[in-house]
């Protein structure tokens, strides 16, 4: 299952580029990858999991601009198709993250 955290928030002020920042640092300590500008993936091995990593993004949402968060399984995933410039990109797939139990 992976996890996906869309997002466009406002850089317009200090405050602003402040919350921005957090919000980003906040998804990269959750275990978060960066997958394109303003997406970042995260790989969980089940759904519980996912839920876990969704409450916990919610709980640090900033005051302003639009997140989405998104729950994909590993099967719609492996069907996504990347392209660079109309070129169908095969290198830039993410890394998953090992867990240890």
Not at 54 to 76: A, H, M, N, W
Request: aromatic share 14%.
């Amino acid at each position: 299952m992976w996890v996906l955290v869309l997002f466009d928030l406002p850089t317009d002020t200090k405050k602003a580029r402040k919350a921005y920042t957090d919000f980003r640092k906040k998804l990269i300590a959750d275990g978060f990858t960066m997958f394109q500008f303003s997406i970042y993936l995260r790989h969980c091995p089940n759904a519980d999991n996912a839920d876990t990593h969704i409450k916990r993004v919610k709980s640090f949402l900033p005051e302003y601009g639009k997140v989405g968060i998104l729950r994909i399984t590993d099967k719609q995933f492996g069907d996504l198709e990347l392209f660079d410039c109309r070129k169908k990109s095969y290198g830039t797939q993410p890394v998953q993250q090992l867990e240890l139990f």
